[in-house]
């Protein structure tokens, strides 16, 4: 073999090499770019129950290394929609707090959307409802096509359709829904009985599995 073919044949070695290394790396890269999901988070009681059955699905998110983050809004004074439609002009909701615009902008970021609310008098909580309304409405279509869950906290009734009122939010701005093992409501007044509820407890471990498995087919 002369010099010529010599350094022809390493050449072609060396470019080969570094193919592999740049897809090696994509790969990598690939790999190391995390799936986010935000909740939001609709009681106004910043530890209580809905916090929890959140905390449960932090758990499943941790052990699949999806970035999870919880978003309290029950304590805002936010005020609800009143239709004057500027938002469809200007993209944002006129009457929208910093702490609104900063947790739609989270959920335009997110791969996926948790909605979770204590049943108040058989529905959402009020301060959670008119968050949605104006959310929905101004940044909805930046919602389309992600994945979506709705967790409901009750004492003794109404969680199902609670559940049923959140979920309209979702399907209406084509977000895929994720299900369960049953419907996604744990129940118990007080701490120490909503950590009694065991079949609860597995109903939302199961959503936070599955919202972290549909992810990855992404």
Not at 88 to 117: H, W, Y
Request: with cysteine; charged share 25%.
């Amino acid at each position: 073999m002369d010099r010529r073919e010599f350094l022809k044949i390493a050449g072609t070695a060396v470019a080969t090499l570094a193919v592999r290394e740049g897809v090696g790396a994509l790969v990598t890269e690939g790999m190391k770019k995390g799936k986010k999901v935000v909740a939001i988070n609709g009681s106004p009681n910043l530890e209580g129950n809905t916090h929890y059955a959140l905390s449960l699905m932090g758990d499943e998110f941790a052990k699949e290394n999806v970035d999870f983050s919880i978003l309290s809004i029950g304590r805002e004074k936010i005020k609800g929609c009143i239709a004057c439609m500027t938002c469809k002009e200007t993209g944002e909701c006129p009457f929208a707090t910093d702490r609104e615009l900063e947790i739609i902008e989270q959920m335009k970021n997110a791969d996926a959307i948790v909605l979770a609310s204590p049943v108040y008098y058989g529905g959402i909580a009020g301060t959670m409802k008119q968050f949605l309304d104006k959310a929905f409405y101004s940044a909805g279509d930046s919602f389309a096509h992600k994945l979506g869950a709705s967790v409901v906290t009750e004492n003794h009734s109404g969680g199902s359709v609670t559940t049923e009122s959140l979920n309209q939010y979702l399907l209406i701005r084509q977000i895929n829904v994720v299900a369960s093992s049953y419907w996604n409501v744990i129940k118990g007044h007080g701490k120490e009985a909503i950590r009694a509820d065991e079949e609860g407890e597995r109903t939302i471990r199961t959503l936070a599995i599955n919202i972290a498995n549909a992810l990855k087919n992404q």
